[in-house]
């Protein structure tokens, strides 16, 4: 099976970066995925890393660490509307033959003014 | 117009009813899934679909069946409906290839109360 954990709530303040961490456990692993999901909403895809290292868009930025199981999404210059629940997912098998998506349980982030 | 779309937005039903709900997408994926989401929890996969003739039971199948009755259609069916079914449901499509491309988009989701 798959286990993914990472922190329930985290708060940060207006302009300020922020690192939300992710540590997974998932054999065949195929990928880990962020996902931001305003409260009511459907999760919107924010990045996927399947290699080692740094992949940037925009404010957003996320780390895979293959080998240590760990991930982060950094979020920089934070803006009010960045305050929403942000879910890790990873791409393994989990039951049966084909690969799934596993999400943790979500850290919910609440930026300050 | 939205890639994925879900219907009921909203629905009450009672114990022991069956109820269907729908999720359709323009986007030509051939994978599609069904999952809920509880207050506090992740998303739970209650079954996937790879194609059209392809149906497969997720982590919590128990209580719920589907339909994939094309490429762009699949339903979810509670057959009995019970009130630890109150959720928040959501559809996702994927594409089949490699690399990422398997990012899965979400539909707008249904709320389900069952009293």
């Known amino acids: 099976g798959q286990n993914i954990d990472q922190p329930t709530e985290m708060t940060a303040t207006e302009g300020a970066i922020v690192q939300i961490n992710c540590t997974y456990q998932?054999?065949?692993?195929?990928?880990l995925f962020w996902y931001q999901q305003h409260a009511g909403e459907a999760p919107t895809f924010l990045s996927y890393?399947?290699?080692?290292g740094l992949e940037e868009k925009g404010r957003f930025s996320s780390f895979l660490s293959r080998s240590k199981g760990y991930s982060y999404l950094l979020l920089k210059e934070l803006q009010m509307k960045d305050s929403a629940s942000y879910l890790c997912a990873v791409s393994g098998f989990s039951s049966g033959s084909a690969r799934q998506l596993t999400f943790g349980s979500g850290t919910q982030l609440t930026v300050l003014p | 117009d939205a890639d994925v779309t879900q219907t009921p937005r909203n629905r009450i039903t009672k114990t022991g009813k069956r109820i269907m709900l729908e999720c359709s997408q323009t986007?030509?994926?051939?994978?599609m899934y069904w999952y809920r989401q509880d207050p506090g929890l992740g998303l739970q996969l209650i079954y996937y679909?790879?194609?059209?003739?392809?149906?497969n039971k997720g982590e919590i199948s128990d209580g719920y069946s589907v339909s994939r009755q094309a490429q762009a259609k699949f339903s979810l069916s509670l057959e009995s409906a019970i009130p630890n079914q109150t959720a928040l449901y959501f559809c996702?499509?994927?594409?089949?290839?490699?690399?990422?491309?398997?990012?899965?988009?979400f539909g707008p989701g249904t709320r389900l109360l069952v009293l």
């Open positions: 679909s790879f194609d059209v003739k392809d149906i």
């Open positions: 986007k030509g994926h051939d994978r």
């Open positions: 998932t054999s065949g692993f195929n990928g």
């Open positions: 890393n399947v290699l080692d």
């Open positions: 996702a499509t994927s594409d089949s290839g490699g690399g990422g491309s398997e990012t899965q988009y």
